[in-house]
């Protein structure tokens, strides 16, 4: 099945800087990659997503690059803010086989953006 | 708005013990997933479901049962709740078996002593 690597587990930066986290997932044949941002106390929510056919996404802040190649995509966020304190997940979407198509997360990077 | 919601919010229970935990959306979304969260394993996969009546199991399925009697419910059951089932569990749902994206509840920690 497929493995999804996710680094670092923590990170802190100061407010206005960037942050980036790093993931590598070991099935060629994964070709969705979301990420998630989850808040304390609540559940994961989606803040930008790329596919195997694009090398990179932009949304105001945050930026997505895929390397298929290397089996690795990357989330950005510029001028950091303390609302963008919080955890992070990737993930990749891969056939599981019987028509189903899984996501298979990332363990999760902590960011903490200090004021 | 549509939403979906998960109760308990926070239940502590005795090893042993049956424990079902209530999740109910009102997207109408056919695809819905129970998820646990622990600690240096990020989010993993318990149970899936594309409709009614169809059940799957996920990566982390032993000890746990799920049923779907209609499109909003997928109330997840742990039949003997043993210790190594303390966690945080969530619900999600989404539209497309295939693709979109993944709405989830806010969570019900569960702790079993």
């Known amino acids: 099945g497929e493995n999804v690597e996710q680094h670092p587990s923590t990170l802190s930066v100061q407010e206005g800087d960037s942050a980036v986290i790093k993931c590598t997932y070991s099935?060629?044949?994964?070709?969705?990659f979301p990420w998630y941002k989850q808040e304390l106390g609540k559940g994961p929510q989606l803040i930008i997503d790329?596919?195997?056919?694009?090398g990179e996404k932009k949304d105001q802040r945050i930026a997505v690059t895929l390397n298929k190649t290397a089996k690795h995509f990357s989330l950005h966020i510029t001028e950091t803010q303390p609302e963008d304190s919080a955890v992070y997940f990737c993930?990749?979407?891969?056939?599981?086989?019987?028509?189903?198509?899984?996501?298979?997360f990332g363990k999760g990077t902590k960011l903490s953006v200090i004021p | 708005d549509a939403e979906i919601t998960q109760s308990p919010r926070h239940k502590i229970t005795e090893t042993g013990r049956q424990v079902t935990l209530a999740c109910h959306q009102t997207?109408?979304?056919?695809?819905m997933f129970w998820y646990r969260q622990d600690l240096g394993h990020g989010l993993r996969l318990i149970h899936y479901?594309?409709?009614?009546?169809?059940?799957n199991k996920g990566e982390v399925s032993d000890g746990y049962s799920v049923s779907r009697s209609n499109t909003e419910d997928l109330p997840l059951t742990l039949e003997s709740a043993a210790s190594s089932q303390t966690s945080v569990y969530f619900c999600?749902?989404?539209?497309?078996?295939?693709?979109?994206?993944?709405?989830f509840g806010e969570g019900s920690r569960l702790t079993v002593l």
């Open positions: 479901s594309y409709g009614v009546q169809d059940t």
């Open positions: 099935d060629s044949a994964s070709n969705y």
């Open positions: 997207w109408n979304h056919n695809n």
């Open positions: 790329i596919r195997s056919n694009v």
């Open positions: 999600a749902s989404k539209l497309d078996r295939t693709a979109g994206e993944l709405f």
């Open positions: 993930a990749a979407r891969s056939y599981s086989g019987a028509g189903s198509y899984q996501l298979t």
